[in-house]
């Protein structure tokens, strides 16, 4: 009725568009999403690690780096933090003291318990 018409002219009105003139629709499969950068799943992988390992041994045993052979720098591995704190009931849960405290151990000192308590002799 007339408050549709009241919002097909309130639509048309401001955005240059006139009056009967169609607006063209966009499929939702012809509009192109920006390309997402995604890690590649085998660029990670530990065999790809293992791979470079032994590269890296064999190149070193003939005097060089892998380095040198390949003109690429490669960038060393980092190891995981050595852990310096133990759940009481649960072993396998530890955490190395960097970065944001795990709930089990604030629960812990909310318990009373001292961080030197919790920690890995």
């Not at 568009?17 to 950068?37: A, D, F, M, Y």
């Not at 780096?65 to 009931?89: F, N």
């Not at 961080?115 to 890995?120: N, Q, S, Y």
Request: aromatic share 4%.
């Amino acid at each position: 009725g007339d408050v549709a018409e009241g919002r097909q002219k309130d639509i048309h009105a401001g955005n240059g568009l006139q009056k009967g003139v169609s607006c063209p629709r966009i499929h939702p499969h012809e509009i192109r999403k920006t390309p997402q950068i995604r890690s590649d799943s085998k660029r990670d992988s530990p065999d790809k690690a293992e791979a470079r390992a032994k590269l890296d041994a064999i190149a070193k045993e003939m005097g060089y780096s892998l380095a040198d052979l390949i003109g690429t720098e490669v960038k060393p591995t980092r190891t995981p933090a050595a852990a310096k704190y133990r759940h009481p009931e649960n072993p396998s849960l530890t955490w190395s003291g960097r970065g944001r405290k795990p709930l089990w151990f604030v629960a812990a000192l909310a318990a009373g318990k001292t961080p030197e308590d919790l920690a890995i002799s």
